[in-house]
């Protein structure tokens, strides 16, 4: 099992980046996927969550309106796009899957919000 997240990096406040998470060794599309981000000294927190098959997702409060979680299936693929960027979101963003008793995780990304 691998989850491999890129996308992470420098960006202004206001700026966007778009996150990625490739997984492999396992059947992706009868998991759920998760974005999760720990920043320093604070514990780790669900971002957003889509189920299986992509017809429901669930944001944070903190990121509602601004991030978005998307998956593709067939590539095995799940997204983060984060928009109007804060400050407060930097920290390092996991990847994780859920499904039938087991729960895998990447090994994250860093964003940096900083002018």
């Known amino acids: 099992v691998q989850l491999v997240e890129s996308g992470g990096g420098l960006v202004q406040p206001g700026g966007s980046l778009r996150l990625s998470c490739a997984a492999s060794?396992?059947?992706?599309?009868?998991?759920?996927m998760s974005w999760y981000r720990q920043a320093p000294g604070k514990e780790r927190e669900l971002v957003a969550l889509i189920t299986s098959a992509g017809g429901s997702t669930n944001y944070a409060d903190s990121v509602k309106g601004r991030f978005t979680i998307s998956r593709d299936n067939t590539k095995k693929m799940v997204y983060l796009q984060m928009n109007s960027l804060k400050f407060e979101d930097t920290a390092v963003y996991y990847c994780k899957a859920h499904g039938w008793g087991q729960n895998y995780w990447g090994q994250g990304t860093q964003v940096t919000v900083s002018s």
């Open positions: 060794g396992f059947t992706f599309s009868s998991y759920v």
